[in-house]
């Protein structure tokens, strides 16, 4: 089976750069991917890894090492919109993505 | 592209009543999801379908759950009887392929907060 697992909160200000990690237990994974839900939203999508390194989208880059199931996204310049819960999700190949349990980041002024 | 939408946004209900949840995804996505996220843990997976079919129905708690995806469009979540342990948001999710295979993310809906006293 998988399992994820994420710190339950970070903490940082404005305009300072933050990584979440995800370390993760799992057979026959495939991929590493990371959504955001603000409060009372939706779970959004920001990024997916299926292969080892770094994949960079604006001020988000998420990176995945599968020979240390480990995956981390690092956030940038990061403004008081960007406080949300984040998650790593892994997959296996046909199956629908397994959730960890959330990163709450706070980011203050 | 309308998204995902789910109806209702909230429902209270009282222990041993039956609630339904509808989940319309996105038009053309043949994988849809329904999880469910209990305050402060994970977004836990409860069932997959493609198009109508089951794909995969592991997550879901116990038979008091019935889900299912008419003709392979929108797809509701039935609770019978509901108990207190019930409560917490239900997603919906669709995708045109899978994430591991064709790097297909999931969209979501807002959920329906579900409330059992």
């Known amino acids: 089976g998988q399992s994820l697992e994420q710190p339950s909160e970070v903490t940082a200000v404005e305009g300072a750069i933050v990584q979440i990690n995800c370390t993760y237990q799992?057979?026959?994974?495939?991929?590493l991917s990371w959504y955001q839900q603000h409060d009372g939203g939706a779970p959004t999508f920001l990024s997916y890894?299926?292969?080892?390194g770094l994949e960079e989208t604006g001020r988000f880059s998420s990176f995945l090492s599968r020979s240390d199931s480990y995956g981390y996204l690092l956030l940038q310049e990061l403004q008081m919109k960007d406080s949300a819960s984040y998650f790593c999700?892994?997959?296996?190949?046909?199956?629908?993505?397994?959730f960890g349990k959330g990163t709450t980041l706070s980011v203050s002024s | 592209e309308a998204g995902v939408t789910q109806f209702p946004s909230h429902s209270v209900i009282e222990k041993g009543q039956t609630v339904t949840l509808r989940c319309d995804p996105i038009?053309?996505?043949?994988?849809l999801y329904w999880y469910r996220r209990v305050m402060g843990k994970e977004i836990k997976f409860l069932l997959h379908?493609?198009?109508?079919?089951?794909?995969?129905e592991s997550g879901m708690p116990n038979n008091r759950f019935l889900a299912e995806r008419t003709g392979g469009t929108y797809s509701t979540l039935k609770v019978q009887p509901a108990e207190l342990e019930d409560s917490g948001v239900y997603f919906c999710?669709?995708?045109?392929?899978?994430?591991?295979?064709?790097?297909?993310?999931?969209?979501f809906g807002n959920g329906t907060r579900l409330t059992v006293t």
């Open positions: 999710a669709s995708s045109q392929g899978l994430p591991g295979q064709y790097n297909s993310p999931l969209h």
């Open positions: 799992t057979s026959g994974f495939y991929g």
């Open positions: 890894n299926a292969l080892d």
């Open positions: 999700a892994g997959d296996q190949a046909g199956t629908a993505l397994i």
């Open positions: 038009s053309g996505h043949d994988n």
């Open positions: 379908f493609v198009k109508e079919s089951k794909q995969d």
